[in-house]
Antibody, heavy 121, light 106 residues
Framework: EVQLVESGGALVQTGGSLRLSCAVSGFTLSDYYVDWVRQAPGMGLEWVGRSRNRANSYTTEYAASVMGRFTISRDDSESSLYLRMNSLQTDDAAVYYC????????????WGQGTLVTVSS | DIQMTQSPSSLSASVGDRVTITCRASQDINKNLDWFQQKPGKAPKSLIHSASTLLSGVPSRFSGSGSGTDFTLTISSLQPDDFATYYCRQHMNYPITFGQGTRLET
C-alpha cells in the first residue's frame, strides 16, 4: 500500500526555521518525483516545490514565493523526503502536504495527510 | 505563470443533480490538467489526470474533458459523498498552479 506521512510541523516564530519530513512506504522513492503543496488556513492549494527522481539527478523546482528560503532534499535509503524552511514568514503558515508524482504524465496520485506549520510574530 | 480560473467559485446542488465545474487556463496547456477533491480537514484526493482519465477507484459518475485552455469536470449524478471543494491544477509549465477551488454545497 502506497503511503506518504508528513511530520515536523510546529509553531515557530517569524524568521525561524523548520524541517518537515515525508516518510514514504509501498514504493521505491528513488523512482518517483515528489511535490510539496501547502494550504494556508481557509485558502486554496499552492504548489511549493518538486524533487525529481534519481534518473533525473534529484533536481528540484520551487515556487517563486519560497525560492532561496526553502530546500527540498531526500534520503532514499530512509525512504524520506525533506522540506527545509528558513526565514519563515507569517504567510508560510499552512498545512504542508507531500504528494507522489507519476511521470512522464506529471500527475499526482497519492497524497500524505499533511502537517501543520504555524508561524507567530 | 499560467493562471487557472475556476468557475463557479461555489455551487449549490442537490443529490441526483448533474454538476459541471469549469477550469480555464491563461495559455494552452494541452491536456496537462488534473482534478482533485478535498473535504474539510482532509488531504486532497486525486480524481482525474490528463484532463479526462479517471484514477483507479474513482466512481464513473466523475468525468473530465477539454484540451488547450478550457476544461470541465462533470459529476453526472451527485451523491452525498461528493459535497466538497474541487480544484484543477496545470502541470504544463513551472510553477505548477492550481485553480482557486469550487465549493460544492447543498
Amino acid at each position: 500500500e502506497v503511503q506518504l506521512v508528513e511530520s515536523g510541523g510546529a509553531l515557530v516564530q517569524t524568521g525561524g526555521s523548520l524541517r518537515l519530513s515525508c516518510a514514504v512506504s509501498g514504493f521505491t522513492l528513488s523512482d518517483y518525483y515528489v511535490d510539496w503543496v501547502r494550504q494556508a488556513p481557509g485558502m486554496g492549494l499552492e504548489w511549493v516545490g518538486r524533487s525529481r527522481n534519481r534518473a533525473n539527478s534529484y533536481t528540484t523546482e520551487y515556487a517563486a514565493s519560497v525560492m532561496g528560503r526553502f530546500t527540498i532534499s531526500r534520503d532514499d535509503s530512509e525512504s524520506s523526503l525533506y522540506l527545509r524552511m528558513n526565514s519563515l514568514q507569517t504567510d508560510d503558515a499552512a498545512v504542508y502536504y507531500c504528494a507522489r508524482v507519476i511521470t512522464p504524465l506529471g500527475y499526482v496520485d497519492y497524497w500524505g495527510q499533511g502537517t501543520l506549520v504555524t508561524v507567530s510574530s | 505563470d499560467i493562471q487557472m480560473t475556476q468557475s463557479p467559485s461555489s455551487l449549490s446542488a442537490s443529490v441526483g443533480d448533474r454538476v459541471t465545474i469549469t477550469c480555464r487556463a491563461s495559455q494552452d496547456i494541452n491536456k496537462n490538467l488534473d482534478w482533485f477533491q478535498q473535504k474539510p480537514g482532509k488531504a486532497p484526493k486525486s480524481l482525474i489526470h490528463s484532463a479526462s482519465t479517471l484514477l483507479s477507484g474513482v466512481p464513473s459518475r466523475f468525468s473530465g474533458s477539454g484540451s488547450g485552455t478550457d476544461f470541465t469536470l462533470t459529476i453526472s449524478s451527485l451523491q452525498p459523498d461528493d459535497f466538497a471543494t474541487y480544484y484543477c491544477r496545470q502541470h504544463m509549465n513551472y510553477p505548477i498552479t492550481f485553480g482557486q477551488g469550487t465549493r460544492l454545497e447543498t
